[in-house]
DNA sequence: GATGAATGAGCATTCATTCAT
DNA sequence: CATGAATGAATGCTCATTCAT
């Protein structure tokens, strides 16, 4: 599932175990005891690999945000036109997650996790969604191919509106179309009052 | 910070200092011992009121449920022309999960929580701003205001951004200005485009 | 259903609802919120008239060993021919034990219960149905009314049988019958063997 | 004490060590504490090898049923004469609960125990003495060797009195003695009246 | 390297008992 | 007399982590 998890090492057999798992029961939820026995290793295994179930996820997260900034590159280039590149954003990140979507939601549902015992150490830096998206609408207000407004504003309507389907899908298992992608980039560029 | 939590009864005690250490550390990781030690009373009194840890934080939880609800059904009138109706939506959501930022906060991780044992159990339903929206934006279709576009789109970028703004305030600490607002709201009204 | 508790005295209330309460869910598993839950009063005024759960016990065991020697001194007088004398001791037993069934089989199991905290203070004694029957074998082995057999092994047969039959009714659900009472005195008195 | 309790595992000192304390302060009384402390183990290690307190009680249950049952089949073949077998079976019965007297003694106390939770689901199939004499009783009867009366009478003096000496033995500190049995079988087979 | 038995701190929960009203 | 809110020691159970083999 994960790039780079083919060769059957012990390692990414505890990696795989710990991503189905914390998908199935949660990160808090999930005991060492789960992890070996789904990845049929002794528990001592675990324990020369990764530090702690903090460190197993860890892990998993960087390869994580690996893989959404690398996809963001080859699918959202700036030259695309604005249209074009607010529904490929969208879409990659709707995609991504749901391609990856275990590892994707259970960081989801992480970053959301009030700061237990380290996290708040999240910054605009960790989130290439974000970072990708406020660079490609400050030089498409430059090239005055968009108002100058808020970039902010903006930032917020599309990873709002991609996080909002991620969520709705998850929690209450409504599918994402292609119809209601078109939708909402055509409310973005053109809003929704009646020309 | 709740509502009627003003009289010192015990109870209350023990519900302020709930909300107080979920917020610190979240739900998972807050112990009976740490609430009953805030509240300074004994364990047993705790569950003299309450069932459980989760019987506590749903108690919380009902409570802002209806606070937000109310909330929208007094600032949000049907009758507001619709970049106000959306301008105050937003404003609402935003300033109730803000004024109670740590239930806010609070629910709001939990409802991310990945489908630990029952919180499957999430639906619309449960979500004051997502019906009162959507409801709205129906009644306006039909009264041609708005243009006839997909209504799941238009609350996702509605709702969408008004959970990135909260993220953004909890997480990176960036607050929410009344420029940013605007902006979002224009947005949606009008897009992106240059006319 | 006891003798002296007609008086609805919170007292009497409390004695009669701990009777209850062993009955259904035996001594070690009620708590006095169960005992005054069912009396409808206070866990103040429970501690107002027993010092603890041992003592409504020891209260509710010793008015029923005060019945039981009643009876058999009523039914079982020393001048009955030997057959009458120990059917009327068996019947009384079980009959005492099964009119006070609730009492009788709390004390039973109690009885067994291993030296928990005092019970090993149990002597024959505590025990009315032993000593009437030894002094009544005695009297009839010195009036050659029976053979000159070991009085301990009679009263084993008599009490056990009589044990056995109230385990049974009450483990197994099986009534004792008359026939069975016959029968079992047959065999006390000529044996099982063809004569 | 035990059969195949030799080997000094984690797991047989805390079966021996159960027995112990349950022999010392009864079932309801042991805590797990008192277990892992006598084992000199962690508790850690008593939930490795029995999922409750319940469970280890339960092992140690059937062993005990599985050595009556051996013991009985050995000692009181069908074919021995009815005196024979009677003694025998008094003897083993009362042999087996006194050589492993404690689990013997904690099994009686919890057999009394009122319907607690579950342990209602007493039936004679659990209870190898009752099955085996009863058989014996039948056949007897059929061979006329032994008058045609209730085998359940029969049944009720023999178990009974091999109760009543067990628990003599037990709550009054009075052994059991050979000439007791003799009699008791001799009053089973002849009864008490002169002849 | 790999294992899994052993550990014990930590947690939720229960319940007998006290005491202010 | 009667009450029931308050208490906290005690208990069953979990689980991350260690370490001898």
Do not use: W
Not at 64 to 91: A, M, Q, S
């Amino acid at each position: 599932m994960l790039i780079m998890l083919h060769k059957q090492t012990k390692k990414n057999l505890l990696l795989q175990a710990g991503l189905d798992i914390f998908y199935e029961k949660g990160f808090e939820c999930t005991t060492i005891d789960d992890i070996v026995g789904r990845a049929t290793c002794g528990k001592g295994t675990f324990y020369r690999y990764f530090q702690s179930k903090e460190a197993l996820f860890d892990e998993l997260e960087n390869s994580f945000k690996e893989l959404l900034g690398n996809e963001l590159e080859i699918n959202c280039p700036d030259h695309l036109p604005v249209r074009d590149y607010l529904t490929e954003t969208i879409r990659t990140v709707v995609k991504v997650f749901k391609m990856h979507q275990k590892l994707g939601l259970i960081k989801f549902a992480r970053d959301q996790q009030l700061r237990g015992q380290k996290h708040e150490t999240c910054s605009k830096q960790n989130m290439p969604s974000i970072l990708h998206l406020e660079n490609f609408l400050n030089k498409s207000i430059a090239a005055k191919n968009i108002r100058k407004l808020n970039v902010e504003a903006m930032t917020a309507l599309v990873v709002g509106a991609a996080h909002f389907y991620l969520f709705r899908a998850f929690k209450l298992g409504i599918p994402f179309t292609e119809g209601e992608l078109e939708d909402t980039v055509e409310i973005i560029l053109n809003g929704v009052l009646p020309s």
